[in-house]
């Protein structure tokens, strides 16, 4: 147990097995900001708590982690973390294959009853929002129409199926990016196909109820983020990223359209082709990261219900554990409070 978990903590962590139903965690934040290693620490302190056991499972909420083969420009918890701590959700299907929000919501239900079956504290970590809100507010998702999507695979314009999109759902384009080719076709897909708008699917997007889930998001400030960002690209390129990218692009079975989007990979493809040399794929990269991260930053913003923890400019993120460690505290206190009060409510009615 390292010195810093307080006592306080410390007794809510263990009396946590006693609870039937935990509350189910998030820790998000935008790409590069350091969740992954808060996750790993947290979980493996209470590992450590008096009783045994391994108290907290991770469930990925990256909607790249699902595919196998990508590992390196995914940053995928590594095959030593994955054995140290269980993992949900991550290497689910083969990159030649598409995957669904409504298919992660299932992923993510299936988890969720067997780590809390067992006793466990399950742990949501990830940066992709609309996994996130999916499962935070169950929001209902949309069917698929793959003859539409055919038809709308056809048009090679991507900007004229933005004009169509901004004439049919003007909300739905509203909330995407212009250049989003994979995000316009869905939802003219949904809304040509189902003659409903795609925006309209997503009211809850727009409200912030109740939900029994609670979320802890780490937000760095935008300097940081950049050099964090420059430093796990650095490190990905030493571990093999384009080779990696190079299995990749030249595997028989080729690529689902949303693989073959993911950030790293596009731009390195993009350099196999001939497009550009590996620097200027590379520095593109970057620049598309950097930019995710701040319509990342944007989309969580919009939450009203996630506790934000800040670190400051000249911080390293892992020195977010106590103040996260601490919430968590806050949340199982809660839990064991309801948990007295209830008992005491049955011993009156007897």
């Not at 993911?262 to 990261?289: C, M, N, V």
């Not at 919009?302 to 996260?324: M, N, Y």
Request: glycine fraction near 6%; charged fraction near 30%; proline fraction near 5%.
């Amino acid at each position: 147990m390292t010195s810093a978990m307080t006592s306080a903590t410390t007794s809510a962590m263990t009396a946590q097995s006693e609870i039937a139903g935990k509350t189910p965690i998030v820790l998000l934040g935008s790409t590069a900001s350091g969740k992954s290693g808060i996750a790993m620490e947290l979980a493996r302190e209470s590992a450590r708590v008096p009783g045994g056991g391994q108290e907290i499972e991770i469930i990925s909420a990256d909607s790249m982690c699902v595919y196998q083969q990508m590992d390196i420009g995914t940053a995928k918890p590594t095959t030593e973390d994955q054995a140290e701590v269980p993992h949900w959700c991550l290497d689910l299907i083969d990159p030649a294959e598409e995957y669904t929000v409504s298919r992660y919501q299932q992923d993510v239900a299936a988890a969720l009853e067997n780590i809390q079956s067992r006793g466990a504290q399950p742990l949501i970590v990830g940066g992709t929002g609309l996994y996130i809100r999916a499962i935070v507010d169950a929001i209902q998702m949309p069917g698929q129409f793959p003859e539409v999507r055919a038809s709308l695979e056809d048009e090679g314009d991507t900007a004229t199926l933005y004009t169509q999109l901004c004439d049919r759902d003007p909300l739905a384009a509203k909330r995407m990016e212009p250049t989003n080719r994979r995000r316009i076709v869905r939802a003219l897909e949904v809304t040509l196909g189902s003659g409903r708008r795609f925006s309209s699917y997503g009211e809850g997007l727009d409200t912030y109820g109740h939900t029994a889930f609670r979320q802890i998001g780490l937000r760095l400030p935008r300097p940081l983020l950049d050099e964090r960002i420059e430093q796990r690209f650095a490190h990905q390129l030493e571990l093999g990223l384009v080779d990696e990218a190079w299995e990749l692009h030249t595997r028989p079975e080729g690529l689902s359209r949303t693989a073959r989007q993911a950030l790293a990979y596009k731009e390195l493809f993009a350099h196999f082709r001939g497009e550009f040399s590996l620097e200027e794929a590379i520095e593109l990269a970057k620049a598309r990261t950097r930019r995710f991260s701040r319509r990342q930053e944007r989309w969580f913003r919009r939450d009203p219900r996630i506790c934000w923890i800040d670190i400051d400019i000249d911080q390293d993120p892992i020195e977010a554990l106590p103040a996260v460690r601490a919430e968590l505290g806050n949340v199982w206190r809660r839990e064991l409070e309801e948990l007295d009060r209830c008992s005491k409510v049955a011993r009156c009615v007897r």
